[in-house]
């Protein structure tokens, strides 16, 4: 039977050596997170429903541009809640530490936001409707 061979280290050098893998791996997961996701690719669903909006409120350039972003709203589309929470984070800044799209995709999601509000008014009691007087 062989003998096994040890070389000596320090404390310093294997908690050095710990701390060097540990940054390694955390840089992996981290650039794991950011790396681009595979729905780049405009899905036939959404073209169709860009196709199905008015003229004024199809987002083309966000289409083009961001189709993840134009997929993720055409499935929320018909989830009134869930669509309008999702326009609303991609036209106001809650966070503070963005640093917007492009004016003309700004543009078409504001117009967008504009149309989903018109098909989508809040509900509204039948006092809010009365005129009054005050």
Known sequence: MKSLEFEKVSIADVRQELESQKKQVDARALAAQRAPQN???LLDATSL???GLPVEARPIALARGFPRIANT???RWRRVAR???FLDSLVIDARGDRKG???EI???LTALRSYYAE???PNLSAWDLVARDD
Do not use: G, K, M, S
């Open 39 to 41: 729905d780049t690719v």
């Open 49 to 51: 429903w860009i196709a």
């Open 73 to 75: 709203i055409a499935e």
């Open 83 to 85: 669509c309008e929470e």
């Open 101 to 103: 799209f492009p004016p």
């Open 106 to 108: 700004a543009l078409e």
């Open 119 to 121: 098909l989508h008014p």
